[in-house]
């Protein structure tokens, strides 16, 4: 990580502060009472019942927030923005991968698309509380369906359409979804790839199944997109533009109660299962919205504003769709990927649609930087008044880069820390108001209280690392873990139980300043281009294969993805121990993970070693495993069972 050395510091730009939406007496005044800012901010949405407390910890951790406030996510998303004679305004502006394809949304359009699918998911006979799963490109449709869900007071599950087809069963059975929302398929790369035919096979009706018949699913609802052929199931598979648009578009939102489920959405954790992480609707709309219209200081009306992740993650989630929506916001969403045609993609759409804010990962801008800074230089990006970093720890290279090629040189840059379980930004700089440094995530925002402690919970000193742990409960926490609350506690709330801090998984430091910097995961998770994956789930996927006996993946640093996936395997005694098949078996253990879980998890590199560094305990020693991946020499193997281990790696591995 960076040292603090090197570190300039960006005072906040006078101008800008002058029109921010951040004031400096907002750290005060929610440090002076926190519950009472949490309640001003809730009131920046319209509710239908009032709260009768802001928070009930009494069954922590299971909090309760605004009790006994009702509420429609949908309708402070859509309509309330019509309703205030905002109709025209644009809420998306998407843009599909084919460069010949676009279309703007107006807030009063998405309203009567909404209300039809509302409609439409009513008259399957869906009632508030049964789940949806999503598993769609970035597609208008895919907001569409969402926020009918949430108008419907149906829980969605949105699943990355990256994902493979065992990834989508697996989270369509914990969720038990009785419905899926999906493409034919996806242009991605300039071409049409399928999507449907993953459902067919996730779903249990094709022979590629990866098991029998998923019994909860009783419709499929299937968007035209790229026009590629598809099976048909007539009973359960409708195409979205045979029924939809016949519906009505009138429809009435019911309130909610502000702890409704709103999502649910999975996410890798430290053993190979993913949990399925539950939002709820007040806590979680008023900290989103909060958050999108302080952090990213929108101007309704003015900005353009564009946050480039896939809905599949919490990104996507709380701001591409919820934060801005909330804030009346015009959104451009982006169905393709960043070079499609070519380099200039995104700088092109900047360009073209005067975006203002930008909001994207570490790792697309060390892709850019690798692209080369003639590629924004050739755009006018004079339209782009603040940037954002999200997902994994920027380094100052990068972070100055941004600043420099992309926003000009004079905008501020915010570097949001938060998780899938906190639903929100934590922490982050204040435009206008916090000053900002390269890498570091500066303070927790007004109404969060966090430290960083050392193994017994006390505070460390500055430049001493400790664990990240949040103090107090959160508008937009996590309420739990889909069907299995054990685990919500164990996971989160049992390292620091006797102090009920909430442990983050994250290591971090304040600098002498008092600015927080995020150091990175404490535990096994592994962040690739700022997707989070469990090592023992690229374990588990490896040793599913036959030759496999043993299995151990660690994260290495890599330049461009922030971490990289590094597997050392073990294989079963064969007869056929040459080279060759070795590596061959290392193109099909690729293969089997990015069909088991995805391509994101597909390793690096992946050696075939006679075995594994282990304590005498037989413990596998990561840590000498990691040391060797990013190419150290010499950590301490006086506690191997084998001390040799490491140059028997070295001498005999063979690595593809
Ligand atoms: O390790 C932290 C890293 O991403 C993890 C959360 O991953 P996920 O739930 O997938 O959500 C990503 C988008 C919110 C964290 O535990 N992380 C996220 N943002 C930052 C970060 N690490 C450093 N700096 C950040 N700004």
Redo the contacts with the bound molecule.
Sequence with gaps: MSTHETVETFAPDPDFAAQANARAEDYERASADRLAFWDEQARRLDWSTEWSEVLDWSDAPVAKWYVGGTLNTAYNCVDRHVEAGNGDRVALHWVGEPTDDARDITYAQLKDEVSRTANYLSSLGLVAGDRVAIYMPLLPETYIAMLACARLGLTHSVVFAGFSAQALRSRVDDAEAKVVITADGQFRRGKPAPLKDGVDEALGDSLDSVSGPAESVQKVLVVRRTGIDVDWQSDRDVWWDEVIPEQSADHTPEAFDSEHPLFVLY?SGTTGKPKGIIHTTGGYLTQASYTHHVVFDHKPGEDVYWCTADVG???GHTYGVYGPLSNGATCMVYEGTPNSPDEHRHFQIIEKYGVSIYYAAPTLIRTFMKWGRQIPAGHDLSSIRLLG??????NPEAWRWYRDHVGGSAVPVV???????TGAIMISPLPGVTAAKPGS?MRPLPGIDVSIVDGDAREVAAEDQGYLVITEPWPAMLRGIWGDMERYRDTYWSRFAEEGYYF???GAKWDADGDLW?L??VDDVM?IS???ISTSEVESALVGHDAVAEAAVVGAADDTTGQAIVAYVILRESADDSEERHRALIDELRAAVSRDISPIAKPRDITVVPELPKTRSGKIMRRLLKDMAEGREGGDTSTLSDPTIIDQIKSKGVKG
């Design positions: 996410t993650w919490v990104t970093s999200v997902g994994e720890p920027i570097d949001t820390w938060w998780q899938t379980e995530a983050a998984g994250d995020v990175g995961r962040n700022g997707h989070r």
